[in-house]
DNA sequence: TATAGCGTTAGACAAAGTCTAGGAATGCAG
DNA sequence: CTGCATTCCTAGACTTTGTCTAACGCTATA
């Protein structure tokens, strides 16, 4: 998932028209699962050839986001972090060095689920444990 | 525990000394299990009788919230709310509305726990379920 | 009454994210 | 190829949440 004509090939098929910009930052993502924030992301694309403006690089977070490539992950009140592994898993977080990690999806098991309120659908369901250094 | 004596009695066995505004924000906040944010506090704040500023409320929630008075919940990236109560419960965020309910804790039940990373130690459990209108 | 220590304050500041207006690229119709 | 519409990108202004700073007030104790 490193080579650009795969990239350009999952945008596509994702209905994301690829441009330069987007294939820059999709290469950034999906290089290897990860969490990166916003600010990363504009940083490590204005290391590489081409660039990407501030808006630019929200705004294709934003849309990577709803098209389901990236899967936003709000654990930090200071920043957003965007995670390139979209499969059902679970996060530690650390808040004293303020790392995520994954937990895989068979380390946790439910076996009791809430109903949801009237006139609602679940859009993701979420585990967070925040851990400390001890 | 929405009598003056008792919300001072609360801070001082938490080891918080009770000043006017400490008080103030803990009534608002304890009058009932709820979410606020920052901003909503500051606000209520200044209606009543007393009042308390930006630095003041910040403070007063950060001090709480290291206390166990009251429970950070980071579910929405552009502010953090303050939950009144502190026992262990979980949640619904209503991405349409920003609503945030509370899942009783007899309502999800886990029989498989992920182990915790070398030299760390757990300081919450959070399960966010995400739902939007339907 | 002096002093120490904590708490509060206004307002400046910081950082993440959004918005706007215009320009560049792309694609399509004729 | 030319003209036109649409989509995308950009710089920079702006907004909002939250933090910091420096001064001031309050209370308690000696």
Redesign the pocket.
């Known amino acids: 998932m490193n080579n650009r004509d795969d990239i350009v090939e999952k945008l596509k098929s994702s209905g994301?028209?690829p441009?330069?910009?987007?294939v820059e930052i999709a290469q950034i993502l999906f290089a290897r699962p990860q969490h990166l924030?916003?600010?990363q992301i504009l940083e490590m694309a204005n290391e590489g050839s081409?660039?990407?403006?501030?808006?630019?690089?929200?705004?294709?977070l934003?849309l990577f986001a709803k098209k389901g490539l990236v899967k936003e992950v709000i654990v930090d009140?200071?920043?957003?972090f965007y995670d390139s592994n979209v499969s059902r898993h679970f996060h530690f977080f650390n808040t004293d060095t303020g790392m995520l990690t994954d937990i895989p999806v068979d380390a946790i098991n439910f076996d009791k689920l809430p109903e949801l309120p009237e006139g609602t659908e679940s859009s993701s369901l979420e585990v967070i444990v925040r851990i400390k250094n001890s």
Chains 1, 2 share one sequence.
């Open positions: 994301v028209t441009t330069t910009q987007r924030s916003a600010e081409s660039t990407a403006s501030k808006a630019t690089v929200y705004n294709t934003g009140p200071s920043k957003v």
